[in-house]
């Protein structure tokens, strides 16, 4: 089992590096346990012991070690510290609702520009909703040991937080006023410092992280962190340009690079996605154009590695028949079964041999 990950982690690494191509990976995932399935639901929001969650990671991970075992595919498994889209603007102050049946999520705190300039800016070592992803990184390697990749929590831009924070009716108005959007460029700010600084201090305390959040799959723990970003989607191009690329450059420009999960329709910003240095990484939905415009804006070596789920078979053969030369793709698919993961992984095969 030791051999077959190592094969995949160089395998992976190399499609990451762009080195000489091999194929594209497809990579099976498993049923998970979703946090809120929980007795005590989201870690970071209970104040239980952390250790009642070590189960729960050990359990997904296993799951899929199995799955590997079973099929065979190109995956590296991951103990991943999953949260919901809560915990930056929870560390803030704002409230958070939790729910049987899906993810929490946070609820704004302000509303004007006055009250926006009053949030605090939060320390990672006294907020419980950021330090318990520590402790929770801590107590999983205890139990599978130092040599275990783990996965990473949510990872939110500091502009998306921030739409979080600030009830997003007035949030976008405010961006469109003088006076007001000095204060929203002023909470940004503060949200990309928090972001920034947490994942300095968790790259320093796990090395062996993978920094993909979303979807499931592994990519090296050297390689510079994903983010979400999707209230782009939300704003026009030059917005974009003035509140949200500045972080991102900042970002990439600190870490050497950046990967992106995005799920907005935000085709209008691809272009200037362009002007992040080093975006090695993209997490794309269809959104409301499908997957056309990833083919159209990123093909090619220099593109970023495509990194996709709850994606078709047929839509995944159209975009690798299509892509022109040097575009790299990590699929990933889901199973319920090792027999249904292997019937998934010989079809993807099919598509594009591994050649190694």
């Not at 070690?65 to 889209?85: F, R, Y």
């Not at 939300?234 to 970002?251: H, K, Q, Y």
């Not at 990484?281 to 159209?296: H, K, T, Y």
């Not at 995944?316 to 699929?331: K, M, N, Q």
């Amino acid at each position: 089992m030791d051999s077959r990950i190592a094969r995949n982690e160089r395998f992976l690494r190399n499609i990451y590096e762009k080195g000489p191509f091999e194929g594209h990976a497809f990579c099976v995932n498993p049923p998970s346990v979703p946090v809120y399935e929980l007795p005590h639901g989201d870690y970071t929001v209970s104040r239980e012991p952390i250790r009642e969650w070590v189960p729960w990671v050990v359990e997904n991970y296993a799951r899929q070690v199995e799955m590997l075992q079973a099929v065979g595919d190109d995956s590296v498994p991951c103990a991943k510290l999953g949260t919901g889209t809560q915990i930056y603007a929870a560390a803030f102050g704002c409230e958070v609702r939790a729910f049987d049946d899906n993810n929490p999520f946070a609820l704004h705190l302000v509303t004007t520009a006055d009250e926006a300039d009053d949030i605090a800016m939060p320390d990672i070592w006294s907020t419980p909703e950021l330090y318990r992803v520590f402790e929770l990184g801590r107590l999983v390697q205890e139990e599978l040991g130092d040599d275990v990749y783990l996965g990473p929590c949510d990872m939110q831009s500091g502009f998306d937080t921030a739409g979080l924070i600030w009830r997003k009716q007035d949030f976008l108005i405010a961006m469109m006023d003088e006076q007001d959007r000095r204060a929203v460029k002023r909470l940004v700010d503060k949200c990309a410092l928090l972001y920034k600084n947490f994942l300095i201090e968790l790259r320093k305390e796990f090395p062996r992280m993978s920094p993909c959040h979303c979807p499931a799959a592994w990519a090296p723990p050297e390689m510079p962190p994903w983010l979400s970003n999707d209230e782009c989607g939300a704003v026009g191009s030059d917005l974009f340009v003035e509140f949200i690329l500045p972080e991102l450059v900042d970002l990439s420009e600190t870490f050497e690079g950046l990967g992106m999960h995005c799920c907005a329709a935000a085709e209008h910003q691809f272009e200037l996605f362009k002007q992040i240095p080093g975006f090695y990484a993209f997490n794309r939905v269809p959104a409301s154009q499908g997957w056309d415009p990833i083919l159209e804006h990123f093909g090619g070596p220099d593109a970023p590695v495509h990194v996709l789920a709850w994606i078709t078979e047929a839509a995944v053969e159209d975009l690798i028949t299509r892509a022109p030369a040097g575009t790299r793709f990590i699929i990933v698919g889901d199973a319920q079964t090792p027999d249904d993961g292997m019937k998934w992984y010989e079809r993807m095969r099919a598509l594009s041999p591994r050649i190694n």
